[in-house]
């Protein structure tokens, strides 16, 4: 069974980057697209980027265009998101999801589906 577990949140200041890491365990993702989500207080969450299965894919929410990278690494079942030019508007819990045979589009516009699995999510605060 695959299970998502994030790590490398934070604090940091506004200006200052940070790399999220999401770690797979149980199932090798290969052909799994993997999004990065994330949810502010009283805020619903919003997703933030996404990639195919094979990395040749991707997708961002136009706020972090330009800012933020997306990238896996197969052969360790890791997926990665480096954030720079952060600012307070990125605070939020930030969350990896999985689903299986679908694009980087799709994962980004509608999220994994039934069967698709979340981690627990890694909190990055960013002080102005």
């Known amino acids: 069974q695959l299970q998502l577990v994030e790590s490398g949140g934070g604090l940091v200041q506004a200006g200052g980057s940070l790399r999220l890491s999401c770690a797979a365990s149980?199932?090798?993702?290969?052909?799994?697209?993997i999004g990065w989500f994330r949810q502010a207080p009283g805020k619903e969450r919003e997703r933030v980027a996404c990639?195919?299965?094979?990395?040749?894919?991707?997708d961002y929410a136009d706020s972090v265009k330009g800012r933020f990278t997306i990238s896996r690494d197969n052969s360790n079942n890791m997926v990665f998101l480096e954030m720079n030019s952060l600012g307070p508007e990125d605070t939020a819990v930030y969350y990896c999801?999985?689903?299986?045979?679908?694009?980087?589009?799709?994962?980004?516009?509608?999220?994994?589906?039934?069967?698709?699995?979340w981690g627990q999510g890694t909190q990055v605060t960013v002080s102005s």
């Open positions: 999801a999985a689903d299986l045979f679908i694009s980087a589009q799709s994962m980004c516009e509608y999220g994994p589906g039934e069967n698709g699995v």
């Open positions: 149980g199932v090798k993702i290969t052909y799994y697209a």
């Open positions: 990639i195919n299965g094979s990395g040749g894919s991707t």
